[in-house]
């Protein structure tokens, strides 16, 4: 089955730098990479998704690039504020419909953004 | 927007008890429900697929006995966690999308601990 690798794990940076999460996957027939935040005891909310015809996407400060060759995808957040704090998740799915939900988690990266 | 309602939120039951959480989708047809368990610090992990009127399709390492999904209305998943141990204590979460596969939206979670 699919696997997803996450890194890094914890990363702490200072309000206003930006931060990159990278993700790997191993299922080259995964079309569709979204990034979930999660605050503490919260549902997972989806901040920015990706699908594999695409190679980058953005919105405000958040961006996505995605290297399908390399199997990897990365989540870019630009002038971190500390509400970004959190903890991020990427995954990776296949298929089409409601069966492209089928997602694959990667173990997450608690963000700090110290003020 | 799109709501998903899971209830409860908190549950604290005897080892040995059976505990059933509800997911409903408030305002559109769930065709498709998700439901992941997710450990203190740890990721998500998808446990089972749920299509409504047909049985669910579990993930490998998932006892479908000890862990009875139904999903027998278009707004409407069950899980049931039968004969609960101490281990089987986390939070739960479910996640449903309606037909074609549009936006995947998340419960609040149940956080189950069993004593």
């Not at chain 1, 699919?2 to 940076?13: D, I, K």
């Not at chain 1, 060759?69 to 991020?88: C, G, N, R, W």
Request: glycine fraction near 8%; hydrophobic fraction near 30%.
């Amino acid at each position: 089955g699919e696997n997803v690798e996450q890194h890094p794990s914890t990363l702490s940076v200072q309000e206003g730098d930006s931060a990159v999460i990278k993700c790997t996957y191993s299922d080259s027939a995964s079309n569709y990479f979204p990034w979930y935040k999660q605050e503490l005891g919260k549902r997972p909310q989806l901040i920015i998704d990706i699908r594999s015809n695409v190679g980058e996407k953005k919105d405000q400060r958040i961006a996505v690039t995605l290297n399908k060759t390399a199997k990897h995808f990365s989540l870019h957040i630009t002038e971190t504020q500390p509400e970004d704090s959190a903890v991020y998740f990427c995954a990776a799915s296949k298929g089409s419909g409601a069966g492209s939900y089928q997602l694959t988690f990667g173990k997450g990266t608690k963000l700090s953004v110290i003020p | 927007g799109a709501v998903v309602s899971q209830h409860p939120s908190r549950v604290i039951c005897k080892s040995g008890t059976s505990v059933k959480i509800e997911c409903r989708s408030l305002d559109f047809q769930a065709t498709t429900m998700f439901w992941y368990r997710q450990f203190p610090k740890q990721s998500l992990m998808l446990m089972a697929t749920s299509n409504e009127g047909s049985k669910a399709t579990y993930e490998q390492g998932v006892e479908k006995d000890k862990f009875l999904i139904n999903h027998a209305s278009l707004t409407l998943s069950t899980l049931t966690v039968t004969s609960a141990h101490p281990e089987d204590s986390s939070f739960y979460i479910c996640s449903a999308t309606n037909r074609g596969g549009g936006s995947l939206h998340f419960g609040n979670g149940t956080r189950l601990t069993v004593t």
